[in-house]
């Protein structure tokens, strides 16, 4: 516990937080090259290098002129990268020294909203009408996924008995790191293929993509946004990447060192992506309707087997 | 100075465009940016916005009317930015260099870094366009967005002769 009468200052721990968010950001500009390979692949094209993300960021960031509107504009886009970061420090990695004994899933849960919200913030004082309207489709789509998501991890934690993410991330791995009898997957089946369902919406990707829907509303909330600040904001899309899907193999795939968590959320990855290219995008409507339909009947039945079984 | 060669270097790896496509150059676009001609794989993506834009090509003829949108866009995107004008009309007039509503010049108003020949030019040439500006930009030749600082008087009387003295102040979009 954080003792400040006694506080050790612990330089592994605070490299470790520090490493944490890069690796993260890091990732999750490699995950996005991927993406755009493997949809050019899918649409018979050669597509970017991998890098490509990479040198976007980069370019992004050399702009000479960018335009602000105003300190909340300023503070949303450092808020909205934040907002993963400390999402990040709550996820255990085995043998990686973070803040995850601190907080529960209920902080966990919390941080996620925080991110998005920066940004939106940001977007909402950018005078773009096609900027208020992508947050408030976000807004929209938030109140869509959270309550199958909210639903499927509470299966989870009906399962696990406990709302510590330490504990839930051990009690998948007491057969084996490589044992996948014990992940909640296989232990709540239902309510995890409903989490996993909602994990589209929660990440954007179509057909849950109307915050950003492209040439359909400008790019939404992107819109207003160019030199450092897009840069930022896909920093902020990279990291939040990394940290949904580093938060779901934790939950429901096992978790482990942060290397196997990586494979696993790439696994995620690839799958969300396909389901990305094969789409098309809902309208705000049918999206909503869907995610309170299916994947919140299937995460209440999930849960009602885990609690009268 | 190695600093912004090396920039100049990642910045020509990822050039985005928007596309200003009232003109009939348009139809070029689709083959060029999907599997046909595949510009993704130089890292020149289509963006919404001129905001995200780094490459702003005009695809035709330019009317009165979307003249003033087109410098209205070029001035909102971030600097540095690049114009190619694309196709005869933006460059001398081409079919249209009679007409009563459309303008024969457009680097009278904006600067231009690389023109395209041709009525119309086919996806190869815009290929062609993209790759050659890729090479100025890495050699850190694609220079015309400061001509519009330090040239501004010369614009600015171009575009009021056109469309008159206040015309920025009447103008809605
Ligand atoms: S150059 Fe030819 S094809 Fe292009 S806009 Fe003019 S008339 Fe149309």
């Keep these: ?309 | 100075m190695e600093w912004a060669r090396l920039i100049d270097k990642v910045t020509s790896k990822s050039l985005w465009m928007m596309m200003y496509c009232t003109g009939c150059g348009a139809i070029e676009m689709p083959p060029t940016v999907t599997s046909r001609w595949d510009v993704e794989r130089f890292g020149i993506m289509p963006m919404a916005t001129p905001r995200q834009a780094d490459i702003f090509l005009i695809t035709g003829y330019l009317t009165k009317k979307t003249l003033k949108r087109v410098i209205y866009v070029y001035e909102q995107m971030p600097e540095p930015k690049y114009v190619i004008a694309h196709g005869s009309c933006p460059i001398d007039g081409g079919i249209y260099y009679d007409s009563y509503n459309t303008i024969n010049r457009l680097d009278l108003f904006i600067p231009v870094d690389l023109y395209i020949q041709g009525c119309m030019p086919r996806a190869e040439a815009v290929m062609d366009a993209l790759l050659k500006l890729r090479e100025m930009v890495e050699k850190g030749e694609a220079n015309a967005w400061q001509k519009y600082h330090e040239n501004f008087e010369y614009y600015d009387k171009n575009q009021k002769a056109l469309f008159g003295e206040n015309w920025r102040a009447v103008m809605t979009l």
């Design chain 1, 1 to 309: 516990m954080i003792n400040l009468n006694n506080f050790q200052i612990n330089v592994w721990a605070a490299l470790s937080l520090l490493f944490l968010p890069i690796y993260g950001t890091a990732i999750g500009l490699l995950f996005m090259g991927i993406f755009r390979r493997l949809s050019a692949r899918i649409h018979q094209r050669y597509g970017p290098p991998l890098w490509q993300p990479y040198a976007d960021v980069i370019k992004l960031f050399s702009k000479k002129s960018n335009f602000s509107h105003g300190w909340v504009y300023d503070l949303g886009v450092i808020m909205g990268l934040a907002g993963p970061a400390l999402m990040l420090w709550f996820i255990p990695f085995n043998g990686l020294p973070n803040m995850a004994p601190y907080g529960d899933l209920i902080v966990i849960l919390y941080t996620m909203v925080i991110g998005p919200l920066g940004m939106a913030l940001a977007a909402a004082v950018g005078a773009s009408p096609w900027g208020v309207l992508g947050v408030a489709r976000a807004l929209g789509m938030m109140f869509g996924y959270e309550l199958p998501f909210m639903l499927a991890v509470l299966a989870v934690v009906a399962k696990a008995g406990t709302l510590r993410l330490t504990e839930i991330a051990a009690m998948q791995q007491s057969a084996g790191l490589w044992n996948p009898s014990n992940w909640f997957y296989a232990l709540v089946p239902v309510a995890a293929v409903a989490g996993h369902i909602a994990l589209q919406g929660v990440m954007g990707e179509k057909p849950f993509d109307q915050a950003i829907a492209p040439h359909e509303i400008g790019t939404g909330i992107m819109t207003e946004f160019g030199g450092k600040y897009l840069g930022m904001m896909f920093l902020f899309a990279a990291l939040n990447l990394f940290a949904e899907l580093a938060l779901f193999s934790v939950l429901f795939l096992g978790g482990g060192p942060l290397w196997l968590v990586t494979l696993k959320a790439l696994f995620l990855y690839v799958i969300a992506s396909l389901v990305d290219i094969t789409y098309g995008r809902f309208r705000p409507d049918q999206a909503f309707a869907l995610l309170w339909k299916w994947p919140t009947v299937l995460a209440l039945i999930g849960l009602m087997i885990v609690l009268f079984s």
